[in-house]
């Protein structure tokens, strides 16, 4: 039906940047607000931010300034640019995916999805 493909995490050093790309694959018609999440060993999965279908976005407050996201509605795709990295930007990063409306093969359905995940690590 429809799937989230997570990729571009990796080991970087702090101060580095990163930029994460999050594919969604299916009979998609409209995807209403990607975003991404994050959580770090031992702590709840929090938000890092989100975009609309007319780009509109939300930044956590500590992250705004550091992580870019934006999306190409035509493949699908969001992304997340990570730049001045820091030890604590360590984590599992998850792509979602809200209100996608898609073909199911014999009718339209609507639902809400997340990727697979993708480790970030920051070094000091």
């Known amino acids: 039906q429809v799937q989230l493909v997570e990729s571009g995490g990796g080991l970087v050093q702090a101060g580095g940047s990163l930029r994460l790309s999050c594919v969604a694959s299916?009979?998609?018609?409209?995807?209403?607000?990607m975003g991404w999440y994050r959580q770090a060993p031992g702590k709840q999965r929090e938000l890092v931010a989100t975009?609309?279908?007319?780009?509109?976005?939300n930044y956590a407050d500590s992250l705004k300034g550091r992580f870019t996201i934006s999306r190409d509605n035509a493949k699908n795709t969001v992304y997340l640019q990570m730049n001045s990295l820091k030890p604590e930007d360590t984590a599992v990063y998850y792509c979602?995916?809200?209100?996608?409306?898609?073909?199911?093969?014999?009718?339209?359905?609507?639902?809400?999805?997340w990727g697979q995940g993708t480790q970030v690590t920051v070094s000091s």
């Open positions: 979602n995916a809200a209100g996608v409306r898609y073909w199911s093969g014999s009718s339209f359905d609507l639902g809400d999805y």
């Open positions: 299916g009979s998609i018609l409209r995807i209403n607000t």
């Open positions: 975009i609309s279908t007319g780009s509109n976005t």
